[in-house]
């Protein structure tokens, strides 16, 4: 990690964001492993003034991340500190691209994700479609079943010929079937 990127991670830690002159000329000089008396001779600063605005920036820097950062312990910390962003970026990246795989159509996903990823969001959605089928043809059998008796078997090989959506209907109009036969004619409808 190169000073700029520190700088950049520590405003954005920081509640009042950006560094006041003093804390970044402490922060570029402690990042080199300066003393605060060198700190001092180089900037006409006072080095009890150098090294107050030095305690309190480790002392902010300390608050923001929980744990006490010091002028010895500053390149360690934020770089760790680096490397857990990265790692809750991927996370977020991976938990958008799991939820878009479950949430939007084929099309819209390849409008916004790479063609690795689409690969992946594509797999995950069909087997998300697979086990809802398999939900809803559970459903189905054991509605029939319960309400008309044991569904022959050529029967329920027509139903498990339909799709997803159409399962989704069927599970809809069954409330209105008397008979099988009135399944059976639906099921005809559907083929046609």
């Known amino acids: 990690m190169i000073v700029e990127e520190a700088i950049a991670l520590v405003e954005q830690l920081l509640e009042r964001g950006c560094l006041t002159k003093v804390q970044e000329l402490v922060f570029r000089k402690s990042w080199t492993g300066q003393t605060y008396l060198d700190m001092a001779v180089d900037s006409d600063y006072d080095p009890g003034h150098i090294k107050d605005v ?31 962003q990265i790692g809750e970026r991927n996370n977020i990246a991976g938990y958008t691209e799991i939820l878009a795989g479950l949430k939007f159509e084929k099309d819209i996903i390849m409008l916004f994700f790479p063609q ?33 008796g044991e569904v022959n078997p050529s029967l329920r090989e027509n139903f ?13 109009v069954l ?3 008397s008979t099988l036969a009135d399944l059976e004619v639906w099921l005809k409808q559907q083929k046609d």
């Open 54 to 84: 030095g305690s309190e920036l480790w002392r902010s820097l300390s608050k923001a991340l929980g744990e006490k950062v010091t002028k010895n312990n500053l390149h360690r910390v934020l770089e760790q500190t680096a490397q857990r």
């Open 175 to 177: 409330f209105d079937f």
């Open 160 to 172: 498990q010929e339909l799709s997803l959506q159409e399962l989704e209907v069927l599970r809809d």
């Open 116 to 148: 690795d990823i689409i690969q992946r969001l594509v797999i995950d959605q069909d087997i998300l479609q697979k086990v809802e089928k398999q939900e809803a043809l559970k459903w189905i059998t054991s509605f029939l079943n319960y309400r008309f």
